[in-house]
């Protein structure tokens, strides 16, 4: 038997403790016993003496057996029924110290590697959840796109009436209806008018998004097709203009003759036929398609009408790849703030990860916490924490480098992963970041609470921020992240509104503890 057994076992750590204890206390008495008047003695006969002996080791025996109990059973179970009673409120981020090898230290660690496994099952489900939200939001946009399909075989059945148009548009819908991307469906309708059509000339003109303005996104046929691509048209302005303000076509045999026509703003000076065609779907107009001639009357009604299906072909291919290309950016990007969401974020820091290990490129993580948020809506209202939140991200998207990606990694934390900078320039973009967020924190949102009651002073917005950098303290993808929070949570420790660079002496200092850091617990409920 050895001292390992008694580590292990809480009976032998009381057998030990109350023997060792009670044989000192027997040799203690037998000496004050041995000391006393012999005529003290003798004055008690044998029987009473050993009977008080007795009662004295009894009393004794039973004094050890409760402290000892207290010490190595009571005191432990204690500790263990606190961290139950925490985890049973839903705390499962908890953990009971394990302090002995013993029986009550196994079940300490059993009870710890419990939590650890529902703590595992809850990320799992959260994920799994997120995982069937994005799918459902996949199936909408799917039902979309087949609708938009729909609309383009619904025009193909009606053009059945006409065998020589027939198979144009059915060229034409069977080259533009897999095409989704913008500069994929231009070189179709390129190709389309000049390979299948036959006409030299023409220009197609998108509308902005706030339907004021007409400019050319693809020319050909021109002395200088660069010199056509990019011009601009506002409504009303010009042929094109008026066809994109009016919805209607616009036929010129002879452009000498009509007024209208601006000849492109001077850069094209030969004259002809002319033939404007707004691009119309789902009753609006989204852009417009222009065809010359050097021929004066070269267009016949026939082609006006040919043309015109045409047109509607683009107009519905170019409403998909507009839907295609929303969808796209809704995928990538956080619905509140317009930044980057957190899944792409994960993606361009693959990439940049990639591109940083094969080239030796340094870059770097800023991780950037709003400090007490939750404070901030409850005095002023969750919709300006929201208008906070999109000043914000805006704040940090115009002061950054275009190289630069700015995303929302959850509640009001973001990221920024800042490319070819290593740990010492990043510490001072950050530091400008977090100046600038301070000096204009007055701006970022008006200052009202949600009881329409303006507190004392202009509302205050400030930043916490945590930064690391490959290869100066990262030398993981996941790393990077990590080192970048762990910076963040040591800044928000120190007092927030400052920014703290990852070290080696972060890392040696992380503790287990009996309930999770207040940086932790917060950005689980989002209550800073």
């Not at 963040?488 to 009996?514: H, T």
Request: with cysteine; proline share 2%; hydrophobic share 40%.
């Amino acid at each position: 038997m050895n001292l390992a057994f008694f580590r292990r076992s809480v009976g032998a750590k009381i057998a030990l403790a109350t023997t060792v204890t009670l044989l000192f206390v027997t040799g203690l008495f037998l000496l004050i016993f041995a000391l006393l008047d012999v005529t003290l003695l003798s004055a008690l006969n044998l029987v009473q003496l050993i009977l008080l002996f007795v009662l004295l080791l009894v009393f004794v025996e039973v004094i050890l057996v409760m402290l000892t109990t207290g010490i190595f059973v009571d005191r432990p179970l204690q500790k263990l029924r606190n961290m139950m009673r925490i985890a049973e409120e839903g705390n499962f981020l908890v953990r009971a110290d394990v302090d002995s090898v013993d029986e009550l230290g196994v079940l300490a660690g059993s009870f710890n590697r419990m939590l650890s496994k529902i703590t595992d099952l809850e990320a799992r489900k959260i994920e799994t959840e997120r995982e069937l939200i994005a799918a459902h939001e996949n199936l909408k946009y799917k039902k979309e796109l087949e609708e938009k399909a729909a609309i383009i075989e619904s025009t193909n059945s009606k053009l059945h009436e006409s065998l020589k148009d027939l198979k144009i548009l059915y060229q034409t819908s069977q080259n533009l209806s897999p095409t989704l991307e913008l500069s994929e469906l231009l070189h179709t309708v390129t190709r389309i008018l000049t390979e299948t059509l036959n006409y030299r000339e023409f220009s197609l003109l998108f509308l902005d998004e706030r339907r004021e303005c007409l400019e050319v996104v693809a020319a050909h046929g021109f002395r200088d097709n660069a010199r056509i691509h990019g011009l601009k048209f506002k409504v009303g302005e010009g042929i094109s203009g008026m066809v994109a303000q009016s919805g209607r076509t616009i036929h010129i045999q002879d452009t000498t003759s009509d007024p209208r026509y601006l000849h492109y703003k001077g850069e094209k000076t030969a004259e002809g036929s002319f033939l404007s065609i707004p691009l119309v779907t789902s009753g609006e107009v989204v852009g417009v398609l222009n065809v010359g001639d050097s021929k004066k009357g070269a267009f016949s009604l026939t082609d006006v009408q040919s043309l015109e299906s045409v047109a509607n072909q683009i107009a519905i291919a170019y409403d998909r790849s507009r839907l295609y290309m929303k969808t796209k950016e809704l995928s990538i990007t956080d619905e509140l703030t317009g930044v980057h969401n957190r899944r792409h974020f994960q993606q361009v820091l693959h990439m940049e990860w990639k591109r940083a290990t094969r080239f030796i490129r340094p870059v770097s993580v800023l991780m950037i916490d709003v400090d007490y948020f939750k404070r901030f809506n409850d005095t002023y209202g969750h919709l300006k924490g929201d208008q906070a939140l999109k000043n914000l991200a805006c704040l940090l998207s115009e002061n950054l480098r275009e190289v630069d990606t700015v995303a929302r990694f959850g509640g009001e934390e973001f990221v920024v992963l800042l490319a070819d900078t290593r740990l010492k320039e990043a510490l001072l973009v950050a530091e400008k970041l977090r100046r600038l967020i301070q000096d204009r924190s007055g701006s970022l949102i008006p200052g009202s609470t949600t009881s329409g009651l303006v507190p004392p002073g202009p509302p205050s917005l400030t930043v916490s921020i945590g930064v690391s950098a490959f290869p100066d303290t990262a030398s993981g993808e996941e790393d990077l992240i990590n080192t970048a929070d762990i910076a963040l949570y040591r800044a928000k420790d120190e007092g927030r509104n400052r920014v703290v660079g990852y070290s080696d002496s972060l890392s040696r200092e992380l503790r287990v503890v009996s309930s999770p850091p207040e940086g932790i617990a917060n950005r689980k409920t989002g209550s800073q």
